[in-house]
C-alpha cells in the first residue's frame, strides 16, 4: 500500500503517464481512420501505377482529384469482374508502360533489370582481382628475411654495417 508523500507522487506520475498514452492514441487515431483497409484490392492495385500528375508517387498515397477518377476507374473495372491483370494491363495499354510502378520484364527494359546483376557480377570480380594482387605482393616479413640474408644492393649492406657497428 502506498502513503505519505512518496505515494502521492507515485500516483501523480502514474496518471501523468496514462494521460500522456491517452494523448498519444488520440493524436494517432485520425492518421489511422484514414488509412485503407490493407486486404482492399483497389488500394493493391493503385499501389502498382504511378500518379499521371505527381512525379515519384504512386497512385494509392496520391490525394490528387485525378487519382481519385483512376481509383474509382479501377474499383469500377473490379466490380465488372475484371482481375487485377487485367485493370493493370487496361492502364498500361492506354498510358503506356510508365504508368507502372514496376517496369515490365521485356524488351528494351530487361537492361534495367539486368543492369544491377552485372553490377554486382563487375564489383565481385574486381574485389577478387584486388585480392589477387594484394596477396602476390612482399610482406614486410619476406622484405626482413630477404634483409636478414644480405643485399646485393650497397645501400643496404652499408646501412647494415652501420647498424652493427652502433650496437
Not at 501523468?16 to 494517432?28: D, F, G, N, Q
Not at 490493407?38 to 501505377?49: R, S
Not at 475484371?82 to 514496376?102: D, I, P, W
Amino acid at each position: 500500500m502506498i502513503s505519505g508523500t512518496a505515494g502521492k507522487r507515485e500516483k501523480s506520475a502514474l496518471f501523468a503517464c496514462l494521460l500522456a498514452l491517452l494523448a498519444m492514441i488520440a493524436v494517432t487515431l485520425p492518421a489511422f481512420a484514414q488509412a485503407p483497409a490493407p486486404d482492399d484490392e483497389t488500394y493493391h492495385i493503385a499501389k502498382k501505377l504511378n500518379c499521371p500528375t505527381c512525379a515519384g508517387r504512386n497512385l494509392a498515397d496520391c490525394p490528387t482529384d485525378t487519382c481519385a477518377q483512376w481509383k474509382a476507374e479501377i474499383k469500377a473495372q473490379l466490380d465488372q469482374g475484371k482481375s487485377a491483370q487485367e485493370v493493370l494491363a487496361y492502364f498500361e495499354n492506354r498510358f503506356g508502360s510508365t504508368v507502372l510502378q514496376e517496369p515490365p520484364k521485356s524488351g528494351s527494359t530487361i537492361l534495367l533489370w539486368l543492369a544491377p546483376v552485372g553490377a554486382a557480377i563487375a564489383l565481385i570480380a574486381a574485389a577478387g582481382l584486388v585480392l589477387r594482387h594484394m596477396s602476390k605482393r612482399r610482406t614486410p616479413a619476406l622484405i626482413i628475411a630477404d634483409a636478414a640474408q644480405g643485399s646485393d644492393d650497397p645501400f643496404v649492406s652499408q646501412l647494415e654495417e652501420d647498424v652493427k657497428r652502433s650496437q
